[in-house]
């Protein structure tokens, strides 16, 4: 996959690759990783080390992973207990005034 420059991307950039003595073991086998997006400054294929700049203008070094990413989380499933809130609250809040 080819980003132009310009483009909006995600890169990984590796933050800590020689971890301190005091981590576990399976810690220090891994380097810390940072997923940043921002703008490419060159054009490059997935893989290439990049840079790019943020939307505050910030500079990062790192391997191009992904090009015009998305954001695929979401916040679960509904919690039926809290979909009722609001409209208690409202209610309460309402029957305070009127007690007033």
Do not use: C
């Not at 301190?20 to 997935?46: C, H, I, M, R, W």
């Not at 679960?76 to 409202?90: A, D, F, R, T, W």
């Amino acid at each position: 996959m080819k980003a132009l420059k310009g483009q909006w991307v995600e890169i990984e950039e590796v933050l800590i690759s020689n971890r301190t003595a005091k981590v576990p073991e399976d810690t220090k086998k891994v380097p810390l990783l940072s997923y940043v997006q921002g703008f490419v400054d060159n054009n490059a294929n997935k893989g290439d080390e990049v840079i790019i700049t943020t939307l505050i203008g910030r500079k990062h070094v790192g391997r191009l992973i992904n090009v015009s990413p998305v954001f695929n989380h979401d916040y679960g499933k509904p919690v039926n207990e809290l979909l009722s809130i609001g409209g208690e609250l409202k209610r309460q809040l309402k029957k305070e005034n009127e007690d007033e």
